[in-house]
């Protein structure tokens, strides 16, 4: 594909209008992100990476920018790739179950592995000359290399967690720099998942004083009895050395801001200097706050910490501001998770981090989305599983009162951990960059360092894990010491023969961690009565009776595993991947959603889910994974009996056909069927199927499924209220077929045309359906038109904002369908929903 130059010009134009924007009101430190306008080559290619400059290097560069289109970040190179079905002779691989290999590429989503490389041109201000300048990458899938005007400059063997660059010595200040980026999704087996590939995190300029400055996460704050706050400031200092010099002062100043922005608590401090110390990390005096809001889950309150650095002069050489909240946590085996002295049960679910049809690419809304529906059906926690998320997530679960178990890695070893970096070095560096990243954090409660360790016997020093646990956990305390670390087990036996004892490394750590095996939490209890027990998984399979049979006084809690479907891990073609969450990828909740609600929940529930086919013996990982298949369909065929469930947290339930009653039931105190109601032989007639829930004689809920009649129109409604113009925030669109009572057609399958007009462009279209061989998108990242068919009367549109405010259009048609419409503006206002019909 030829780029065409004038097209260039202008994005270069417009990045220099914006840094110029930026410089004009420099501060003392500047942040800039540079998500618009990379050049994208699928595919390994020589010359990407070379200077312009150089007449040698024109036509090598000139043959690599032929197959590049534009993108912009964050970006998942391998969404847009076809899917590759398996060859006949591709089998199960039964001697390795714990990486549930079903065929070749089943775990990572049936997309090829590859290379992707990335290039932006960057005009650097001459302003900035003399400043520090750092690159700064949120992190790259799986692994990547960095080069400045064709020098390797940075590289990073794990790409779950970001690194920064200095670049001010490599920058040609006022003319044109070329950065170039190699990112490689390296074999097949180096994950037992869908990761995703390339630039799938922001990309950032952050620029500051040369001589005196706040390093990469610099800031730990500490909060002791609810009203006091401590902060430790690493501080690098570069001052010169005047003649005579050696000792003197060098002020810091902190303010405390409240979730208004008013300043509650202000002090500033003479640090002593001395032109020896270089690097050095500083106790700042601690600060008292009376009467200080508490951070909870029911209300996160957030204060912020503004830390200024001065150099000897008295001048601002830099400043930084962090989020904390005021909490305690306490673990114990009486007790569980006490957060600020009260219990709390962790009620979550423990997913890879990908966002449906989005892949990868971590956009801050579609988090958002995924949060706030998991917390209406009352989740209060998420398990990181397996690896560290996006620092947006921890933002939002702080910013909405979610608990995390925050965890690094999936198994101990070289082909898990990226596969080009030797495992026993690795986590000495990334141990560092996670917790100093993390742990201002008040949603994390719990560190985890890995995931189903003791498949190995031969892991370093041949003790199943033990020592390098002791050596990890060592490590880690180093940076934060106000939380406990934990392993997740599975299985958690000693002897492969035996599964009476928990294996030793089990036992050594802090918190037991046991994936599915909550069955052997009494036992354990008994026998380390010390021991604090969580469920890092919960399958959904045995969804009920693994939370209601633990001792919910005394556990942590739970984490369902894969409670929202995701790809990759497939459990075999044409499924791309886990299809077992009780949500889709579009986050539209399936039945049994409302089942975990009632658990999670004290909102008086009840809501009725047909069965429709039952579980069978699937095996995953040593668990029976074959849910049964749910629905809401209430058109069947005349005479049809039927077998379903009313999931409820009150007494009783009655259900009604066309206002005659089948009779009550009683919700049964037994673990194994408590907030799940069984009824058999339920005659099917059109109409209404009504289930009515009591407490104490009292209607507290109802549900009702209703006989719907034929397709008639499209109905679009945006699941968000406000649309930002910063060039990357999404605004949803679910599509719905109704009848012409305006209800959800279930049975229909159509195919959307989908076009958008505006300052905004199409992303992504989900429709949860795991077994579609549809792309979530066209072959390229930003569209003005798209196709999708629906699945189960159910769509969902990713509009992505661009950079300037003003309207837009969007329009859905499908065949004799009235198109549905809606139109908005985006500059933080209200989209209104029209329906042409």
């Known amino acids: 594909m030829k780029i065409n130059k004038n097209f260039w010009l202008m994005l270069l134009m417009a990045g220099w209008a914006m840094m110029s924007s930026t410089a004009a009101q420099a501060s003392v430190r500047d942040t800039i992100d540079i998500n618009w306008g990379w050049q994208f080559h699928r595919g390994d290619i020589k010359g990407i990476s070379l ?27 391998q969404l847009y790739q076809p899917w590759v079905a ?19 590429l089943s ?41 400045v005007n064709g020098q390797h400059v940075a590289a990073t063997d794990y790409g779950y967690l970001g690194f920064d660059i200095d670049v001010s010595q490599l920058l040609r200040y006022g003319e044109k720099n070329e950065i170039a980026v190699r990112t490689d999704t390296r074999a097949a087996n180096n994950s037992r998942w869908y990761t995703g590939g390339g630039l799938f995190r922001d990309v950032r300029l952050i620029i500051t004083n040369d001589q005196l400055y706040f390093p990469r996460h610099p800031l730990y704050i500490t909060t002791r009895n609810n009203r006091e706050v401590n902060i430790r400031a690493e501080i690098v200092n570069r001052q010169k050395k005047q003649k005579g010099e050696n000792h003197g002062a060098m002020p810091i100043e902190v303010k405390i801001l409240d979730m208004t922005g008013r300043v509650v608590a202000q002090q500033k401090t003479d640090m002593p200097f001395n032109a020896k110390w270089r690097d050095r990390e500083y106790e700042l005096p601690a600060i008292t706050l009376e009467g200080a809001q508490l951070w909870s889950c029911d209300r996160p309150y957030l204060y912020t910490a503004e830390v200024t650095l001065y150099d000897k002069e008295g001048r601002v050489a830099d400043k930084t501001r962090e989020h904390f909240g005021m909490r305690t946590i306490e673990l114990s085996p009486q007790h569980g998770l006490l957060l600020n002295g009260k219990k709390v049960l962790l009620k979550g679910y423990a997913n890879h981090h990908t966002l449906g049809a989005l892949g ?8 958002e989305q995924q949060i706030l529906t998991m917390k209406r059906f009352g989740f209060n926690h998420i398990r990181t599983s397996h690896n560290p998320y996006s620092e947006d997530l921890l933002r939002q679960c702080d910013q909405y009162g979610i608990l995390v178990v925050d965890e ?4 101990w070893n070289s082909q898990f951990t990226g596969g080009r970096g030797d495992f026993l070095s690795l986590w000495q560096k990334n141990i560092p960059e996670w917790v100093k990243r993390d742990r201002n954090h008040p949603s994390v409660v719990l560190w985890s360092l890995g995931n189903e360790l003791q498949h190995r016997a031969d892991m370093p020093f041949n003790d199943w894990g033990v020592t390098l646990y002791r050596l990890m956990r060592q490590l880690l305390h180093r940076y934060d010491h106000t939380r406990l670390t934990t392993v997740a087990m599975h299985p958690r036996y000693r002897n492969i023969d035996t599964d009476s004892l928990p294996a030793d490394l089990a036992v050594a750590t802090e918190v037991n961690s046991y994936n599915y095996r909550y069955m052997y939490f009494p036992g354990d209890m008994k026998r380390y009565p010390e021991k604090i027990f969580y469920q890092s998984e919960a399958s959904t399979e045995a969804m009920g009776p693994n939370f ?33 969450g009780v949500f889709d990828m579009t986050m539209l909740p399936k039945p049994d959603a409302y089942f975990v609600k009632s658990m999670f929940s004290d909102e008086p529930l009840v809501h009725i889910a047909i069965i429709e086919k039952a579980g069978t013996d699937t095996q995953w990982n040593g668990i029976n994974v074959a849910t049964q298949r749910l629905s809401e369909n209430w058109n ?3 005479g049809e009996q039927l077998s379903l469930y009313t999931y409820t947290n009150v007494d009783e339930v009655e259900l009604l056909l066309n206002g005659r009653s089948l009779g009550v039931k009683k919700n049964d105190a037994d673990p194994k069927l408590r907030n799940r109601i069984r009824w058999d032989a339920v005659p099917y007639e059109p109409g209404t199927l009504v289930a009515v829930a009591r407490k104490a004689g009292k209607v507290v809920a109802r549900h009702q499924l209703t006989t719907t009649g034929e397709a008639v129109a499209l109905k679009l409604k945006p699941e968000t209220t406000d649309w930002h113009t910063d060039g990357k925030d999404l605004m949803m669109v679910r599509v719905t077929a109704v009848d012409r009572k305006g209800r959800r057609v279930l049975s229909a399958h159509d195919l959307l045309h989908i076009e958008v007009k505006g300052e905004a462009d199409i992303v992504a279209v989900g429709n949860g359906d795991m077994a579609s061989s549809e792309l979530p998108v066209g072959d390229k990242q930003l569209a003005a038109h798209a196709s999708r068919s629906l699945y189960k009367g159910s769509a969902c549109i990713y509009l992505r904002a661009r950079r300037q405010a003003g309207k837009v259009e969007l329009k859905v048609k ?17 989209m209104n929903e029209s329906l042409n019909q």
Not at 59 to 77: I, R, T, W, Y
Not at 125 to 138: A, H, N, S, T
């Open 408 to 411: 690094l890695y999936d198994k």
């Open 548 to 580: 209601f049979e633990m001792n919910l006084d005394k556990v942590m809690g739970l984490a369902y595993w894969g409670a929202v479907d995701y790809l990759g891990e497939s459990l075999g073609w044409p499924l791309k991947g886990w299809n077992k």
């Open 86 to 104: 398996p060859g006949a002779d591709e089998r199960a691989n039964s001697k390795d179950a714990a990486n549930n290999v079903k065929s070749r």
């Open 636 to 638: 069947r065929n005349q």
């Open 814 to 830: 499908s065949g004799n369908l009235s198109a549905g419409s809606i139109g908005g503006k985006t500059k933080c206002v209200k």
């Open 360 to 367: 990868a690419a971590a956009y801050p809304r579609a988090i």
């Open 107 to 147: 775990a990572r989503g049936f997309k090829e592995m590859g290379i992707g490389w990335y290039r932006y041109e960057l005009t650097p201000q001459k302003e900035w000359k003399g400043r520090r300048v750092m690159l700064d990458f949120g992190g790259m899938m799986l692994v990547g290399d960095v080069y």
């Open 51 to 77: 200077p312009s400059g150089n007449i040698q290097n024109h036509s090598l560069l000139d043959e690599a920018m032929q197959g590049c289109e534009v993108v912009n970040l964050p970006h998942d190179f």
